[in-house]
């Protein structure tokens, strides 16, 4: 956590928490928005779960188009929030 709180104070000055949720499985529907510009997150931090299965299935392909996604971004130098959404279609 403590990695992610340095990154995100580095890269986002201002920025504040939420919510923070620890130990257990999301069990709401995905979030309507897993990206921003120059952001995007993937698995349980935007939902992506399954409370029956423990959602190794969905994270895993939440975690590989964001990948995807991501590449394909800094590779065409745009990072913005309308580039990144096509991780959100798929």
Do not use: K
Not at 75 to 88: H, I, K, P, V, W
């Amino acid at each position: 956590m403590q990695y992610l709180n340095r990154f995100v104070a580095a890269r986002f000055p201002g920025a504040s928490t939420l919510a923070q949720v620890a130990g257990g499985i999301p069990v709401t529907n995905v979030l309507p928005a897993m990206v921003a510009d120059g952001f995007l997150v993937a698995g349980d931090a935007v939902h992506q779960s399954d409370p029956l299965t423990a959602g190794h299935h969905q994270r895993q392909h939440g975690g590989l188009f964001a990948a995807q996604v991501a590449i394909r971004a800094i590779r065409q130098g745009d990072t913005s929030a309308c580039f990144l959404r096509r991780y959100e279609q798929m």
